[in-house]
């Protein structure tokens, strides 16, 4: 069985200010881990993936995240937010490819002027 | 960039009649796939499909549901007989196979159809 927690429903943020949305995973076995953003009435946009390697992986946008396997945690980052990254942002994982997706609750981000 | 379609963006349909999503993937993908989203809550995995064939469904998915890749280009979801706790926003996606140890490539994702029973 697989699955993941966002502890956090919502993230308010200054623009300008570091962001970071927070995740946690359990697998049994090596994840494959993802993020995902969800603007309003729009489909889930992929931001970035960790299959193997370096353990922060760079995505779109300005995003990053950090695998921690002792932590079991894959949280998301971006060091300067802006007033458009305000949206929802969802953490997924699978166990190989072509497998499903499990995602997290979301979490809502807000990042006010 | 190619996008994965969907339609109808927004589908009202009475208890009980049957409906059918439409999902147009990428066109060099091969892995297809329906997830939905009631309102306020997470994303749910329903099947994916690959080589023609279900590979893998949730307990959602049970004998109300089917899938089927009708030519070389469209993905549909049928329900048989809706019901009100079937209103929910569908999502298709689909990905690239590929082997080595990136072959885990992301999911993209449609725009969604959002069902309405009533």
């Known amino acids: 069985a697989q699955s993941v927690a966002q502890p956090e429903d919502q993230v308010n943020v200054a623009e300008g200010n570091p962001l970071t949305v927070k995740c946690t995973y359990s697998?049994?076995?090596?994840?494959?881990l993802f993020w995902y953003v969800q603007y309003p009435n729009r489909g889930l946009q992929f931001l970035l993936k960790y299959i193997t390697g370096d353990n922060l992986v760079k995505g779109s946008y300005g995003f990053e995240a950090e695998f921690n396997k002792s932590q079991t945690s894959f949280h998301l980052k971006k060091p300067s937010a802006l007033v458009s990254d305000s949206a929802l942002y969802f953490c997924a994982v699978s166990l190989a490819a072509g497998n499903k997706l499990t995602f997290g609750g979301g979490t809502r981000v807000l990042v006010k002027p | 960039e190619p996008e994965v379609t969907q339609t109808p963006s927004h589908q009202v349909t009475q208890m009980g009649q049957e409906v059918i999503l439409r999902c147009v993937p990428i066109?060099?993908?091969?892995?297809f796939y329906w997830y939905r989203q009631i309102l306020g809550q997470k994303v749910e995995f329903l099947v994916s499909?690959?080589?023609?064939?279900?590979?893998?469904k949730s307990e959602i998915f049970d004998d109300q549901f089917s899938v089927e890749r009708p030519d070389g280009s469209n993905f549909t979801l049928k329900i048989r007989s809706t019901k009100l706790e079937d209103s929910a926003m569908y999502f298709c996606a689909s990905s690239e196979t590929l082997t080595g140890p990136d072959s885990n490539q992301p999911q993209h994702f449609g725009d969604g159809t959002r069902l309405s029973i009533l």
């Open positions: 066109s060099n993908h091969l892995y």
């Open positions: 499909f690959y080589n023609n064939e279900i590979s893998e």
């Open positions: 697998v049994s076995g090596n994840p494959y």
